[in-house]
């Protein structure tokens, strides 16, 4: 059965954080568009918990866990690092 959760619910999933931070992830396509129920904002919680676990880097953009596939190519890790230089 699909479970639809409000922005409320949603900001509590994030750590509570703030509606602007919400507006801000959905702007820039890291969280999914809202829908309207009435005059309240739901999302899915299947697509918001998936959105989330992308957030944190648990899931790679294809969905797939990074344990099976290893690290993720969206955060490579790099290997190119100088060693830092003495001011003065």
Known sequence: MLRLITDKQLRQKLGGCSEMTIWRLRRDGKLP??????????????????????LVGLTTVRGSREAEDGPSEQFPIRTDRREAKPHG
């Open 33 to 54: 568009k809202p829908r309207k129920l009435g005059s309240r904002n739901v999302t899915p919680e299947d697509e918001a918990d998936e959105a989330i676990a992308n």
